[in-house]
């Protein structure tokens, strides 16, 4: 099982192969966090990542802390009933037992709000993400090609 949530994981991140990189805490496992490169004059910016929890207890991600961003929250992009993507807060951000969640493009986020500095490709971000039984998770983002939508963009509540 294991095996298998470690390979269905690494095969979402197949779009920079040669650059994945990852961290283990625990029963967790922490795929590729990964921030698209953002504009010098964005003042927000999206981060995602892989989370596998091979434990058998569900776990939860409680808060993304970092000095890049003044705030830095989980999102969700939810499709409203006129069919806009719009952004909101994620109130509980469950990993379930022998299970992975996956932030990416057009799901969940964490959204960097305030950037204390610009940032170029290449560059590591620090971190700290803290889960509600494993704690505190030292992480680095790296800072990817952007290639993607300007997520500063869209509409944030
Ligand atoms: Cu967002």
Avoid: C, W
């Avoid at 779009?15 to 994945?20: D, E, G, K, S």
């Avoid at 010098?40 to 802390?65: C, F, H, Q, W």
């Avoid at 379930?96 to 986020?109: C, I, Q, R, S, W």
Wanted: glycine share 8%; no cysteine.
């Amino acid at each position: 099982m294991k095996k298998l949530l470690l390979t269905a994981a690494l095969s979402l991140t197949a779009a920079t192969p040669l650059f994945a990189h990852d961290m283990v805490a625990g029963d967790l496992h922490i795929i590729h966090p990964s921030i698209p490169d953002p504009l010098p004059t964005a003042k927000s910016a999206a981060g995602y990542m892989v989370i596998s929890n091979d434990g058998d207890t569900p776990e939860r991600l409680l808060e993304v802390r970092t000095p890049f961003a003044k705030v830095s929250t989980i999102h969700e992009t939810v499709i409203d009933d006129a069919g806009v993507a719009r952004m909101q807060p994620v109130v509980d951000l469950v990993i379930a037992p022998n299970d992975m969640l996956v932030l990416e493009p057009g799901g969940m986020h964490v959204m960097f709000m305030g950037l204390t500095s610009t940032a170029d490709e290449g560059d590591m971000i620090p971190a700290t993400l803290i889960f509600q039984n494993a704690g505190e998770v030292v992480v680095e983002f790296m800072v990817d090609p952007s290639g993607g939508m300007d997520h500063s963009a869209m509409g944030h509540d």
